[in-house]
C-alpha cells in the first residue's frame, strides 16, 4: 500500500507546484480572492501531501520525525501535518525533528515553502504585463 501511496502523494505535489509554471491562468487585479485562494490550495496541497509522506513512513515503521517532548500526547498523525506546516512557512520549531531521510525530505518541503512565494509573484507579474 505504501509504495502505491507514495507515488500518488508526490504525483499530486507535483502537479500542485506545475501550475505555477502555467502560463494566463490567473487573470485580472493583482489582490483579488481568486489569487488569493489559488495560493492557499498550492499551500494546502504541499502541506497535505508532505504531511501524508510522513505519515506514511511512519505507517511503514520508518521512523522519520521524532517528537523532543515524549510526554506531549499527540500522536503521528498531529504530529505529521503539524511539521509539514511548520516546515512550509518556516523551519520549524525544534519540537519535532526529522531523522534518516527525513532529513532530506524536510529540506524538500522548506525549499519549496522559500521559492513558492516568489514563484506566485513573478506568476501574477507576468501575467499582468500578459493583460
Do not use: Q, W
Not at 515503521?61 to 506546516?85: C, D, P, R
Amino acid at each position: 500500500m505504501f509504495y502505491f501511496l507514495l507515488p500518488i502523494v508526490i504525483f499530486c505535489i507535483f502537479m500542485s507546484l506545475r501550475t505555477l509554471f502555467i502560463p494566463n491562468t490567473l487573470k485580472g487585479k493583482l489582490v483579488s480572492v481568486d489569487n488569493f485562494l489559488y495560493l492557499g490550495t498550492v499551500y494546502l496541497t504541499v502541506i497535505i501531501g508532505y504531511g501524508l509522506i510522513y505519515l506514511l513512513f511512519n505507517l511503514m515503521n520508518t521512523t522519520i520525525l521524532v517528537e523532543a517532548n515524549k510526554n506531549s500526547g499527540h500522536n503521528m498523525f498531529e504530529s505529521s501535518f503539524y511539521f509539514s506546516a511548520m516546515m512550509l512557512f518556516s523551519v520549524g520549531n525544534g519540537d519535532v525533528v526529522p531523522v534518516g531521510i527525513g532529513r532530506f525530505i524536510a529540506v524538500t518541503e522548506a525549499l519549496i515553502g522559500y521559492t513558492l512565494p516568489a514563484a506566485f509573484v513573478a506568476k501574477v507579474m507576468s501575467n499582468k504585463n500578459n493583460i
